[in-house]
Every structure is written in C-alpha cells, then in structure tokens.
C-alpha cells in the first residue's frame, strides 16, 4: 500500500526558512512534485522533480525553494528559503508510479508566514 508522509511545516516570521520532507513508501516513483493551496485558492503546482534528476520550480518562488529528493530513501524535499506571506499555505506532495499509471497525494503540511 503506498503512503506518503509528509513532515516540515509550521509557522514562521517573513525571511525564515522550513524544509518540508515528504516520504514515500510501497512503490518506486517517477515524477515527484509539490503543490500549494492557500486558503480560497486553487492547488498550484511549486515544484517538480523526475527520477532522472530534473527539476524545475514555479516563477513565484524562484530563487527561494529548491526541490531535491533521495531515491534510496524514497524521500522528495522542498528547502523554503526567504519566507514570504505570500507563500503561507497547505503543501502537498505527490507521487507518480509509472507501473500502475498511479498518482498518490500526501495529507498535506500548513506552512504560515506571518510577522
């Protein structure tokens, strides 16, 4: 059974940092992502990653996240850098396994960026 667990949010002052980790287990997976969706928002993407070592991250946070992941310890992560309010949501990781032609989500992490 494939479970993603997601850990690293919290509350933190503008220009902090948070490193969200998202674990995956019961498969091996290709494409990796984050999203976000902040209160009245629609989910966005963040922040993708392939097995191949490609990554790209959204114009709203270039410069700021950067995406990496661990494929021995199926683990993908989001290092967040210079905080803004902007970026105050709930971050979702998914998983995509090509065997099965699957997607699986996290339960999602509540990042707040407040003074």
């Known amino acids: 059974q494939v479970q993603l667990v997601e850990s690293g949010g919290g509350f933190v002052q503008p220009g902090g940092s948070l490193r969200l980790s998202c674990a995956a287990s019961g498969s091996r997976f290709s494409m990796r992502k984050w999203d976000r969706q902040a209160p009245g928002k629609q989910r966005d993407l963040v922040a993708g990653?392939?097995?191949?070592?490609?990554?790209n991250v959204t114009d709203p946070v270039k410069g700021r996240f950067t995406i990496s992941r661990d494929n021995a310890k199926n683990t993908v992560y989001l290092q967040m850098n210079n905080l803004q309010p902007e970026d105050t949501a709930v971050y979702y990781c998914y998983a995509y396994d090509p065997l099965y032609s699957s997607g699986y989500w996290g339960q999602g992490t509540q990042v707040t960026v407040s003074s």
């Open positions: 990653s392939t097995i191949s070592g490609h990554t």
